[in-house]
């Protein structure tokens, strides 16, 4: 049995650029009838580079943005049947940004509260031993509950943003680029992180990315954009040993391999 | 012999901020050859763009650096006073920054722009001028170049701007470029592009290049020798191929395991990481920059096969054994008895 956890079929999005006063508008098709399906427990990566349309379609999924055409289910059902409660129960993002991310003047007690307060959790009185307990999940020490965004540094920031995704535990996570904002010894211990938490928690992962080792590293299937249309989609081995498509191909070329003696060969 | 384009030596920056004395920058001295790629690798906050700042002397007004002695080719940057300063960039040396659109005049076309710099620094103007932009913009790719002379920066894609801003570089010839992390802001497919023209044009023009980044995997593909910064010091300077064949310093270490390489490490397994966080370097800061900062595998490693030959007159400072461009520095004693038992350190 395989549970289909995000099913999208020809999802559209047009963009109706301004020409200038008197002109007509000009439609940009931003995401062009992508068709997408993730299971539970699989890493769905989306490559592409900047202005293919992948945060856009994330954006879709996360239902911040009504599809111009197509349909997404979550868990089987069509988007726009579920209430926006119940959908911040299914899915959560964690975006590039931790600095813009959280509320400079929330304490993170409450921005990792927040969602519960916001969902009408009914019993208040576990509130603070489930914050605890989600920052011990993701390994932020409980003496940070009543510090600001701005004592913490880019990688516990992003440990907060990803304990806010979790407290209502989600079944779906959209990560948007979770790590390109960091160094990489946090971006290492970032990604350990997530990898830990989707063995835990039986997380579905859809991680938006252009780093392709990062890809390779915590994907198990990759879907490549390019110009808003879907081009490749296939499993990371298979897609990282045998590209199809010719943009797929120019990505991979360009992967900057950490070692002077295989990158000096291609030169 | 080949030689050097510049020298620095013991470099040190300080800023004052609330709360006392910033050390940002640890007397650190460098050196770059005529023709050669000297990569400053670091985290963010290590200090790394501070001291290309330094060298070009656009540090912000409230840094106080300290230096014993800088030369740029045959001259004695040393004590320039700022308009002699401002002859010397743009000119015999040159700079490359992350974002070419917050370097770029928004309000002036490319063909203007570059023409500036032709009549403020070698009082070409005219016809001759323009041939010679039209020549440089075409050497790094952009063809026809005439067509984009009369457009304006925003008229031009991340990678254009950037080959525009190379291009403007070029323009007099100088003896240094210093990019700081010229390719970060780009596409992946774009960003190997522009470094295999800055490689290329770097062996054409035979200029020193600095080049900063995060990014080992553009280290990887572009230095010669590369310089590690970890909290204001210089670790390790070495070759390329020292660096990443025999890294010596823990944190060298640290940063290799940390990236994932494609086909290195399986999916699913946990990547290396640094634990902890850097220190904060304000005031009398004196303790190890490295502690809180081991990996669980640093200990296994104490017992590889590299052997420490003592520098005279530098505190912890070593010469890899069997290399002479290889250099590792350690903070403090108790780094250094981690990583080293007493039979690997030589003295000189």
């Known amino acids: 049995m395989t549970d289909l956890m995000v099913e999208a079929t020809g999802v559209i999005k047009d963009y109706k650029i301004s020409q200038g006063l008197f002109r007509g508008k000009e439609i940009l098709r931003a995401v062009d009838k992508v068709s997408l399906s993730v299971s539970r427990g699989e890493t769905l990566a989306i490559v592409g580079e900047s202005g293919c349309g992948k945060t856009t379609l994330a954006k879709i999924m996360l239902g911040l943005l009504e599809p111009d055409g197509g349909v997404v289910k979550l868990c089987g059902k069509p988007l726009n049947e579920i209430s926006r409660l119940e959908l911040a129960k299914l899915v959560q993002p964690i975006f590039q940004d931790p600095y813009s991310s959280l509320n400079p003047r929330k304490t993170i007690g409450s921005i990792i509260t927040l969602p519960l307060k916001v969902q009408g959790d009914l019993s208040p009185e576990t509130w603070k031993q489930r914050v605890l307990t989600t920052m011990d999940l993701v390994g932020l020490p409980s003496r940070m509950l009543e510090q600001f965004p701005n004592q913490l540094s880019g990688g516990q920031r992003q440990r907060v943003a990803i304990a806010r995704a979790l407290i209502n535990r989600p079944k779906i996570v959209i990560c948007d680029e979770p790590t390109s904002a960091l160094d990489v010894s946090v971006q290492s211990q970032i990604l350990n992180l997530l990898n830990e938490l989707r063995k835990e928690l039986e997380l579905t992962y859809v991680l938006i990315s252009h780093n392709l080792a990062v890809v390779e590293h915590m994907a198990t299937r990759v879907a490549v954009m390019y110009f808003g249309k879907k081009v490749e989609e296939a499993e990371t081995e298979q897609l990282f040993k045998n590209p199809k498509h010719d943009y797929t191909k120019t990505l991979l070329d360009s992967i900057l391999v950490p070692d002077p003696r295989s990158a000096r060969k291609n030169n | ?348």
């Open chain 2, 1 to 348: 012999m080949s030689e050097n384009v510049l020298d620095v030596k013991n470099l040190s920056i300080e800023i004052p901020v609330a709360g006392g004395m910033l050390r940002a920058v640890d007397s650190i001295s460098l050196h770059v050859e005529k023709g050669e790629t000297l990569c400053i690798v670091g985290e963010s906050g290590c200090g790394k763009s501070l001291t290309s700042l330094a060298i070009m002397d656009l540090l912000p007004k409230k840094a106080i650096r300290k230096v014993e002695e800088m030369t740029l080719g045959e001259m004695n940057i040393l004590n320039f006073s700022e308009k002699q300063m401002s002859d010397v960039r743009g000119n015999k040396m040159g700079m490359i920054f992350q974002e070419p659109m917050s370097s770029l005049n928004p309000s002036f076309t490319v063909e203007n722009q570059m023409l500036e710099t032709l009549s403020r620094h070698r009082a070409i103007v005219g016809a001759e001028a323009k041939a010679l932009v039209i020549q440089m913009l075409e050497k790094v790719g952009i063809i026809p170049a005439v067509k984009r002379l009369r457009q304006y920066p925003h008229q031009l894609s991340g990678g254009l701007r950037q080959r525009v801003m190379i291009a403007m570089t070029l323009l007099c010839e100088p003896q240094l470029i210093i990019a700081d992390e010229p390719t970060t802001a780009l596409d992946v497919t774009i960003q190997a592009q522009i470094l295999k023209l800055m490689k290329n044009l770097q062996n054409d023009f035979d200029v020193g290049l600095i080049f900063i980044t995060h990014d080992l995997g553009v280290v990887a593909n572009i230095a010669d020798r590369v310089a590690v910064m970890y909290a204001g010091q210089i670790v390790e300077e070495g070759s390329v191929f020292e660096i990443f064949d025999n890294p010596s310093h823990p944190y060298t270490r640290g940063l290799l395991s940390c990236i994932p390489v494609p086909g290195k490490i399986k999916r699913g397994e946990p990547l290396g990481s640094i634990p902890g966080m850097v220190p904060s370097l304000v005031g009398d800061f004196s303790g190890c920059r490295f502690s809180g900062r081991w990996s669980g595998d640093d200990e296994q490693k104490k017992n590889s096969n590299i052997n420490l030959v003592a520098i005279d007159n530098e505190e912890n400072a070593f010469k890899v054994q069997g290399s002479e461009s290889h250099f590792v520095r350690f903070c403090c004693n108790e780094c250094l008895e981690k990583s080293y038992n007493s039979k690997q350190r030589k003295a000189s």
